[in-house]
């Protein structure tokens, strides 16, 4: 089983949809969670960092269940410039970074 | 402006053949990371470095070395016995004071022809 999983999607979504993503991991002492973005051969940057209490940053909100050992990412309003690959990363101790293999989303016109 | 720099942003090579991918950074980072990236897919840790003069073996270290001789400098050699090298790699620093934050450097494509 993988250490992180995302569903690999594509999401086609139109324009102004709202889409969440969801992400499981293995690990129950993970310390730390965080949704990197990646666009089309171009390096992971940090969308933004989930919190036990739940998070919002914009139209993205994050949400963290330890006792299911779930994440998810949601995006309301969606832009065409949302378009993009979503990895969810976990940091566990040993100061390492895990990373699910993403999910993709593409929003339409 | 600070940052990692990566080059070169594309590299072919032929079967059999090693090669060296270069990582510099100027973050005053401690720590520094390789991964490869194949299509489709998350990245995946080869090797790190969380102090000069020592790093460890990743998930997949087979066919790849490393050297770190300096604290801006972490080049990756992909060796010969690499049997599928063709990836994207992408490298990452860390500071320690800032806690989890990574930095990218924009990554090298590497083809083998």
């Known amino acids: ?109 | 402006d600070g940052g990692i720099t990566q080059s070169p942003k594309y590299l072919f090579r032929k079967e059999g053949q090693n090669v060296t991918l270069s990582c510099e950074q100027n973050l005053n980072h401690d720590a520094m990371y390789w991964y490869r990236q194949d299509p489709g897919q998350g990245l995946r840790l080869i090797y790190y470095s969380q102090i000069v003069n020592d790093f460890q073996k990743g998930d997949i270290a087979e066919g790849y070395s490393v050297s770190r001789e300096k604290k801006e400098s972490f080049p990756l050699t992909v060796t010969s016995a690499q049997k599928n090298p063709t990836a994207f790699y992408l490298c990452a620093s860390r500071d320690p004071t800032g806690g989890t934050r990574y930095t990218f450097g924009s990554g090298t494509r590497l083809t083998v022809v």
């Open chain 1, 1 to 109: 089983r993988k250490e992180v999983e995302q569903d690999p999607g594509p999401f086609n979504v139109p324009e102004g949809a709202t889409v969440a993503f969801n992400c499981t991991y293995s690990n129950s002492a993970s310390q730390s969670f965080f949704w990197y973005r990646q666009d089309c051969r171009k390096e992971p940057k940090l969308l933004m960092s989930v919190y036990s209490s739940g998070n919002e940053d914009g139209r993205f909100t994050a949400q963290l269940n330890r006792a299911s050992q779930y994440i998810s990412l949601l995006i309301r309003d969606s832009k065409l410039s949302d378009s993009a690959t979503y990895l969810c990363v976990v940091y566990n101790a040993g100061n390492m970074l895990t990373f699910g293999g993403g999910t993709r989303l593409m929003v339409k016109p």
